[in-house]
C-alpha cells in the first residue's frame, strides 16, 4: 500500500494549482499518490492538471464544495494515510516524510495538523480549540473579526502559543491536514452537509469522539495564502462560514436545546443582515449604472 495520498481540491485557480502540484513533485518526497478535484472551473484548472505527469485527476461539472470534492479523492485514492492540501497551499520539501514518519510513530493518532505560513513567512493559526457557545456568537456576530485580539479569539485561535513545539489539540486547519485510513473507515469521511468552512472541525470532532488523538507536528511545514478559492466562489460564498459555524455549533451542542437554539438565531440573523447588505450594495450599483 502507499503510504501517503495527497488530495487537492481546486476552484479557479490554476497558477496556483500548478505551483501546488510543482511543490508535491520533489527528489526529497519521492513519487506520491497525488490526487485533484476540479470543481467545474473555467479557467483551464482541469486541463492544465490533465499535463502533469503523475496526477490523477477527478472533472466535477460544477462546484460540489470542499468536502464532497476530497470526499471524492479519498475514495479513490489509496494511501495509508490521507493528506488534505488546499490549492493555495504549497508545502514545503519533506512534509509528506514527515507526515508519514510523525503517525508512524504516533499509532493512537488520527489526524495531524501542519505548521502553516503566511506567505511572509510569519506563522498562521492552524490549531483551534472547541469553541464555547460564547466564543462561537462572537465569531457569528463578527466581533472576531472586527477585533481579533479579544482574549475569547485568542483562546479559540490558540494565538498566544508559538506553534513551535507537538502537541496534542482539539482542530486542526484542513488546508493541510493528514488523516488516518483507519480512522476513516471508524468515523467516515467529511460530512458533504459543509459546503466550505468547518467541515474540518467537525472531522477533527468525530475523529476525537471516536477516541483518536489528533496532534500537531512542527516539522511539516507549508505555506498557505487562504481565502482564494472561497474569493472564487463569491456566490457560493455569501453564507457559508455562517452556515458551517451554525452546523458544527449545533453538533457540539446536541441535547442542548438552549445553546442550539441561540446559535440558530445568532446565525440567521447574521445570514438575513448580510441578504439585506448584498442586496442594498447591488441596489446602488444599479442605480450609479442607470444614472450614468
Known sequence: MVDLSVI???????ELLLKCIEALQTPEDGAL?????????????????????GVH?????????????CNQGIRLSAGRYVLIINSDTFVEAGLPAAVTKFMDG??????????????????????????????AVLEL???????????FNRAFRMLDWDYDTAREVDCV????????????????????????????????????AAGWKILYCPDARAVHIGGVSAAAA???????????????????????????????????GWMAASAVKRALVGRRMRYGRDSA
Not at 472533472?59 to 464532497?68: D, I, P, S, T
Not at 493518532?109 to 492552524?126: F, H, M, R, Y
Open 173 to 208: 486547519a484542513g488546508a493541510c491536514m493528514a488523516v488516518r485510513r483507519e480512522t476513516i473507515e471508524q468515523v467516515g469521511m467529511l460530512d458533504e452537509h459543509y459546503f466550505l468552512y468547518f467541515e474540518d472541525f467537525d472531522w477533527c470532532r468525530r475523529i476525537r
Open 141 to 151: 456576530s463578527g466581533c472576531n473579526a472586527r477585533w481579533p485580539n479579544n482574549r
Open 106 to 135: 504516533h499509532p493512537d493518532v488520527g489526524a495531524v495538523g501542519c505548521k502553516l505560513l503566511n506567505p511572509d513567512g510569519t506563522v498562521q493559526a492552524s490549531c483551534f480549540r472547541t469553541p464555547s457557545l460564547l466564543q
Open 8 to 14: 487537492v481540491v481546486n476552484y479557479n485557480t490554476r
Open 57 to 69: 485527476l477527478i472533472r466535477n461539472e460544477g462546484n460540489r464544495g470542499f468536502a464532497a470534492a
Open 234 to 268: 463569491k456566490r457560493e460564498m455569501a453564507t457559508a462560514p455562517l452556515e458551517g459555524l451554525r452546523r458544527y455549533m449545533c453538533a457540539v451542542n446536541d441535547g442542548r436545546p438552549l445553546a442550539r437554539a441561540m446559535i440558530v438565531f445568532t446565525a440567521n
Open 33 to 53: 499518490d497525488v490526487w485533484v478535484v476540479d470543481n467545474g472551473s473555467s479557467d483551464g484548472s482541469a486541463d492544465a492538471v490533465a499535463a502533469c505527469p
